[in-house]
C-alpha cells in the first residue's frame, strides 16, 4: 500500500488548510481504516484522527476536536483531514497511515507532509 499526502502549506493562526491522502497498491482496499497522525518539531509522533472504512466511525484527540473533520471517498481512495482555527501547536508533519484493523498501531504510512501555522 502507497499513501500519498499533499496539501502542506504554511497558515496563519486562525486559518484553515486542507490536507489529501490518496491509497494505491495491489494490497489497498477501501475496507482499511485511515487516518492522520502528527510529529511536531522536538515531540514523539501522535495520533489526530481516523475514520473507519464506510466514514460512519471517527476518533480524534482531545487537542483538534471541534477544530479537525476527517472524511474519505472511497470511490477516490482518498482521506481528508480539514483543519480549521488552527493553533501554532499544530505545526507539525502530518503523516497519512491506514490499516486493515488498528488504526491505532497502523502498518502503512505515507510520507508526511509539513504544516506551519504562524502566530
Known amino acids: 500500500v502507497q499513501l500519498q499526502a499533499s496539501g502542506e502549506g504554511l497558515v496563519q493562526a486562525g486559518g484553515s488548510l486542507r490536507l489529501s491522502c490518496t491509497a494505491s497498491?495491489?494490497?489497498?482496499?477501501?475496507?482499511?481504516?485511515m487516518g492522520w497522525f502528527r510529529q511536531a518539531p522536538g515531540k514523539e509522533r501522535e495520533f489526530v484522527a481516523a475514520i473507519n472504512w464506510n466514514g460512519f466511525s471517527t476518533n480524534y484527540t482531545d487537542s483538534v476536536k471541534g477544530r479537525f473533520t476527517i472524511s474519505r471517498d472511497n470511490a477516490k481512495d482518498t482521506v481528508y483531514l480539514q483543519m480549521n482555527r488552527l493553533k501554532p501547536e499544530d505545526t507539525a508533519v502530518y503523516y497519512c497511515?491506514?490499516?486493515?484493523?488498528?488504526?491505532?498501531?497502523?502498518?502503512?504510512w505515507g510520507q508526511g507532509t509539513l504544516v506551519t501555522v504562524s502566530s
Open positions: 497511515i491506514a490499516d486493515p484493523q488498528n488504526f491505532w498501531r497502523p502498518n502503512y
Open positions: 497498491g495491489r494490497t489497498w482496499s477501501t475496507s482499511y481504516a
